[in-house]
């Protein structure tokens, strides 16, 4: 992306080269609209539960930018020579029944025929143009806050592999369902230097993204980050995910992992999300208002899970102890 020809609209708040987590285009002195898309494959065999899991996902790259969602439209791949229309008509309806929680609407849609189902939603949302949550403006002192445990990928490669319990996986599955609403709306309360919803790149790539964007140092302090029941008993019994890897590639040049534990322990920074959290930084001091607030809102997982320091001008922009 970084060497597409840049777009010089004054209007374009917020384009693809701070990696954000969705555009911003200016409309009036008063109002942006904030434009994104996301599709998955399917994590669960309940086509219901799929869209429901699909539809948060992409709705939450409008809450990482301090935005309210307004509308979505239906992104279909389907195979309608394998499976009977009944199902995708559940994916539609689990993913309008989160569409309709959002208090956005469903504006139509689009499909393909396809060898196996995706599907997503392409999001537009609102925000004042002063008010935009971006991944690249975190300061030095500030609290990282995290919404919601790690932990969903392994699990969901756990579950096919029967090795994770049903209450395990049930918890995760509620939690990779919940919107991220009320925490967005929550922490509007608050002075929100800069924000991201970790997804696929795994708390460690889009910490790191919010670090370079930024110019800082992350801290990350892995004994304070909520995990997901079982997800580290999977990673320490040999279950892992077909992006670790890459993930954990894509990191290692710029970051340093300090933290005293074994490197099965380490994988879970690199864990992919589905509709994970979001993490936000906020003022020193201001981190622990800000969970409190959220607990109070029934957000049980949120918590701090690091600071924002100074770079030192080594390219490292991440830092896990």
């Not at 539609?92 to 469903?106: M, N, Q």
Request: with cysteine.
């Amino acid at each position: 992306m970084q060497s597409l020809p840049k777009n010089e609209d004054p209007n374009l708040l917020v384009g693809f080269d701070t990696s954000d987590d969705a555009g911003v285009y200016r409309l009036t002195d008063d109002i942006a609209i904030i434009t994104t898309a996301d599709f998955i494959t399917p994590p669960v065999n309940d086509p219901f539960l799929y869209g429901q899991i699909a539809a948060a996902n992409a709705i939450s790259d409008v809450y990482a930018m301090g935005g309210k969602p307004v509308t979505c439209i239906n992104l279909v791949g389907f195979p309608s020579k394998k499976l009977p229309p009944e199902q995708l008509h559940q994916i539609v309806a689990g993913a309008l029944d989160k569409i309709t929680e959002s208090g956005a609407v469903l504006a139509g849609g689009h499909s393909v025929e396809d060898d196996e189902p995706k599907f997503g939603l392409a999001v537009t949302g609102v925000v004042h143009p002063d008010k935009i949550w971006s991944n690249a403006a975190a300061r030095v002192g500030d609290d990282l806050v995290l919404t919601k445990p790690i932990g969903s990928g392994v699990l969901f490669n756990a579950k096919l592999k029967n090795k994770v319990s049903e209450e395990a996986f049930a918890k995760c599955l509620d939690t990779v369902s919940t919107l991220n609403r009320k925490a967005a709306e929550v922490l509007m309360d608050f002075e929100v230097h800069s924000a991201t919803d970790i997804t696929g790149f795994g708390l460690a790539g889009h910490s790191l993204e919010m670090g370079e964007g930024s110019g800082v140092l992350i801290e990350l302090e892995l004994a304070k980050i909520p995990i997901m029941d079982e997800a580290l008993a999977m990673y320490e019994k040999g279950v892992s995910t077909g992006v670790n890897k890459l993930n954990r590639q894509q990191v290692e040049p710029k970051a340093r992992i300090e933290a005293d534990v074994p490197a099965w322990y380490r994988e879970i920074i690199y864990d992919p999300q589905t509709s994970g959290g979001l993490m936000v930084a906020v003022p020193g001091g201001e981190g622990e208002k800000a969970v409190a607030a959220l607990h109070a809102a029934g957000i049980s997982a949120a918590c701090i899970i690091g600071t924002v320091s100074e770079s030192a001008g080594d390219g490292i922009h991440l830092l896990v102890k």
